[in-house]
């Protein structure tokens, strides 16, 4: 019990911490035009669906334990699917953005270092919750937030050279090349999830 009570109270944090994100990204994008900003707003919108599908999905299973297995599965197909639509959107914006002008990016920069620090503390409480008790709505968000990390880190230094050369080449690659692999990141773990959510039918 108070391990469901632990998976419930992080994926509750989740929400929370996860919820001023794409908030804060929208009214960056007021002043700052990245492709990587962009699709970083995306991303985190479709991402914060998910964590909260996530969070009513467990809530429910810890009170309807008889149909848990098809909830479960229902849930981390949502995650799977979200992922691979957050993935997608930000390839075509990566693709056929033509701002060349990136604007002001310091907001997107500061949420995507806070991103790092946050949500690699969220992967491994998720990995620690989920060795001590196998779940698999906690293994999903697992993976999801080792995917959230990685992601920020790419994020993190194309704004960066966004911030420090705004006018070089180098930035401009780092931030369509970052963007393009964050969503190839994305469409692949969702791929992963979904698979596996239908091997387990």
Not at 90 to 105: A, C, P, Q, R, Y
């Amino acid at each position: 019990m108070a391990k469901e009570k632990s998976g419930e109270k992080t994926l509750l944090l989740s929400v929370i911490m996860s919820a001023p994100g794409p908030l804060i990204l929208g009214l960056g994008l007021l002043s700052g035009r990245s492709t990587t900003q962009i699709a970083d707003f995306v991303r985190r919108n479709s991402e914060l669906l998910a964590i909260i599908v996530a969070y009513i999905t467990y809530k429910i299973t810890m009170k309807k334990p008889e149909n848990k297995e098809n909830i479960e599965r229902f849930s981390n197909q949502f995650v799977g699917a979200m992922m691979c639509l957050g993935g997608t959107l930000m390839m075509l914006i990566t693709l056929f953005s033509e701002n060349t002008d990136k604007g002001n990016v310091i907001p997107a920069l500061i949420i995507a270092i806070m991103g790092v620090i946050a949500n690699t503390l969220f992967w491994l409480k998720y990995a620690k919750i989920n060795c001590a008790e196998p779940n698999p709505i906690i293994a999903v968000q697992s993976r999801l937030y080792r995917a959230k990390s990685l992601v920020d880190w790419c994020i993190t230094i194309a704004l960066l050279s966004v911030v420090f050369m705004p006018a070089s080449p180098v930035s401009y690659w780092l931030d369509f090349v970052g963007s393009i692999i964050v969503a190839a990141y994305l469409v692949w773990c969702g791929i992963k999830t979904l698979k596996e959510a239908k091997n387990n039918l």
